[in-house]
C-alpha cells in the first residue's frame, strides 16, 4: 500500500511540474514550452525551429486564446496582407513569387514561416521578436 501511495505522489508531481524541451542540432534550435502550475487543464505548445536559412513556429492552443492571438498579429503584421479562407485568417508576404513569410492562424492553431533569404535582416529580427511575443501570449494563462 505504501508503494501505491508513494507511486501515485511521485507521478502527480513529476505531471505538476513545467515542461519545457529545448533540442539542438548544428545550427537550428527548437523550444516547446508548456506552461505552470496550471489551475485549469491546457493543451498550449509551442515549437520554433531558426537555422540558418528558415525560422518556422508551430503553435498548439487552447480555443479561448484565438481572438488574443489574432490582436496581436492584426497589430503586428500589415493588413494589406490579410486574407480569410474558410476561418483561417492568413497573413502572406510574397517577393518575386516566392513566399518571404506567412502567418497562419486557425481555430487552436498558428504556423509561422519565414524564408531569410527573402527578407531583410530588420525584418526577420521584427518577426523574430513578433514570434517571442506569441510564444509569451500563448505561454500566460
Same mark, same amino acid.
Given at each position: 500500500? #505504501?508503494?501505491? @501511495?508513494? /507511486?501515485? @505522489? @511521485?507521478?502527480?508531481? %513529476? /505531471?505538476?511540474?513545467?515542461?519545457?524541451?529545448?533540442?539542438?542540432s548544428g545550427n537550428t534550435t527548437a523550444v516547446a514550452k508548456?506552461?505552470?502550475k496550471q489551475s485549469k487543464t491546457t493543451k498550449t505548445s509551442v515549437s520554433i525551429s531558426n537555422s540558418d536559412n528558415y525560422y518556422s513556429l508551430l503553435a498548439n492552443f487552447d480555443g479561448w486564446? %484565438? #481572438?488574443?492571438l489574432e490582436k496581436l498579429l492584426a497589430d503586428n503584421l500589415d493588413s494589406n496582407? @490579410?486574407?480569410?479562407?474558410a476561418? %483561417?485568417?492568413?497573413?502572406k508576404?510574397?517577393?518575386?513569387?516566392?513566399?518571404?513569410?506567412?502567418?497562419? /492562424? #486557425?481555430e487552436e492553431k498558428l504556423k509561422v514561416s519565414i524564408d531569410k533569404e527573402l527578407v531583410s535582416n530588420e525584418t526577420f529580427e521584427k518577426l523574430k521578436a513578433l514570434g517571442e511575443k506569441i510564444s509569451e501570449t500563448l505561454s500566460e494563462k
Open positions: 500500500m #505504501k508503494i501505491i @501511495l508513494f /507511486l501515485t @505522489l @511521485l507521478i502527480c508531481s %513529476t /505531471l505538476a511540474q513545467a515542461q519545457t524541451a529545448v533540442a539542438t508548456a506552461p505552470s486564446k %484565438t #481572438k488574443k496582407l @490579410l486574407s480569410t479562407e476561418g %483561417t485568417k492568413i497573413w508576404k510574397d517577393n518575386n513569387g516566392e513566399t518571404a513569410y506567412s502567418f497562419i /492562424l #486557425k
